[in-house]
């Protein structure tokens, strides 16, 4: 009954490679985001879409690029990753309206060697 | 700029007293305000949000806005060594930002 679920979990990769991150949700909720938290801890949204529709492209490297097939599906495809691309890297998802904020998928941790 | 400063702490509270933790955001127009909880390698869990000015209580916690002053908390009674995360404020900056701004962050560690 996973709310916000994300595959893979652990993702060890190395520099020049392309991977892909999944999330789904099942909460019925409108907007999903991709956040990156850095070693830091703080949390930096990526992106952010609305029943598939993309209304937040912060500045991101155009090696990364978000796909949502249906609004419960929001994925993160990375080209040509870097090490400064080692992070953990989470999905989240809400009412439009983000009343009740974000539920949180549980990351995907990349390490670029 | 819209921005939420937290401390980044350590705070270092003993078991059993109260953990305080403050949040300041630049937006004066905001409306929501979130806390959430991390503990090391997991994701965020929501604890407490809260709207309006005063104080809202749930359990051991208790979030206290002021928005004149731009100002929100989280008080932690009977803190316990299970309290020990990294706390995150996110707020609902006004102006159609259509997301949650985090602060990076406090962690609590309390001690037996």
């Known amino acids: 009954d996973t709310a916000v679920s994300q595959t893979p979990k652990y993702l060890v990769t190395q520099m020049g490679n392309d991977k892909s991150i999944k999330c789904e949700q099942n909460l019925g909720h409108d907007t999903m985001y991709w956040y990156k938290q850095d070693s830091k801890k703080f949390l930096k949204i990526m992106f952010s879409?609305?029943?598939?529709?993309?209304?937040i492209n912060e500045t991101v490297p155009n090696r990364f690029s978000p796909k949502s097939p249906d609004k419960a599906h929001l994925n993160l495809h990375i080209n040509s990753l870097e090490l400064g691309d080692s992070a953990v890297y989470f999905c989240?998802?809400?009412?439009?309206?983000?009343?009740?904020?974000?539920?949180f998928g549980s990351g995907t941790r990349l390490t670029v060697v | 700029q819209k921005e939420v400063e937290q401390n980044s702490g350590p705070l270092s509270v003993p078991e059993g007293a109260i953990a305080s933790l403050n949040c300041t955001y630049s937006d004066r127009g905001s409306q929501s305000f979130f806390w959430y909880r991390q503990y090391s390698g997991k994701s965020p869990e929501l604890i407490m949000f809260?709207?309006?000015?005063g104080d809202k209580e749930d359990g051991r916690f208790t979030a206290q806005l002021n928005k004149a002053s731009q100002y929100v908390s989280l008080l932690i009674r009977d803190s316990q060594p299970s309290d020990s995360a990294t706390y995150l404020c996110?707020?609902?900056?006004?102006?159609?930002?259509?997301?949650?701004?985090f602060g990076a962050g406090t962690r609590l560690a309390v001690h037996p």
């Open positions: 989240a998802s809400s009412q439009t309206d983000r009343v009740h904020g974000y539920t």
């Open positions: 996110a707020v609902d900056f006004s102006g159609g930002y259509n997301k949650l701004i």
């Open positions: 809260i709207y309006s000015n």
């Open positions: 879409y609305n029943n598939k529709e993309l209304i």
